[in-house]
C-alpha cells in the first residue's frame, strides 16, 4: 500500500512557474512508475507526465513538453512536477500516481495508487 500526498499547487500569473510536490508513504517507492494528471472542471482526467522507477525515462503530453519536467528523489521518496511558462488552460486538479507494474504509461487505468490532487489555478 501506498500512500500519496500532493502538495505546492496555488494560484499563479500565466508565465509563472510552481512546482508540485507528491510524498509517498512506504519503503518500496523507488519500485513504483510515477505518473501527473490533472482534470479540469468538466473533462476527464487527462495524463501530464510519468517517469520510471529510477528515474532514467520519462514521458510527457504534447501539451506540456517543453514546459513541464517531471523527477524523482526515490531518498526522499518524493516526485516532483515543475511547471514552467504556465497558460490558463493548466488550470487543473493535479494528482500523482503510482504504478506497481513499473511501466511507463498515459493510461490512468494502469495507476494504482493516487493522492488526492493539489490545485493550480493560472490567471491570465
Known sequence: QVQLVESGGGLVQAGGSLRLSCAASGRTFSSYAMGWFRQAPGKEREFVAAISKSGGSTLYADSVKGRFTISRDNAKNTVYLQMNSLKPEDTALYYCAAD???????????????GQGTQVTVSS
Not at 100 to 114: A, G, H, K, L, N
Request: charged content about 15%; cysteine-free; overall charge neutral.
Open 100 to 114: 506497481r507494474t513499473m511501466v511507463v504509461t498515459t493510461i490512468p487505468q494502469s495507476y494504482d495508487y493516487w
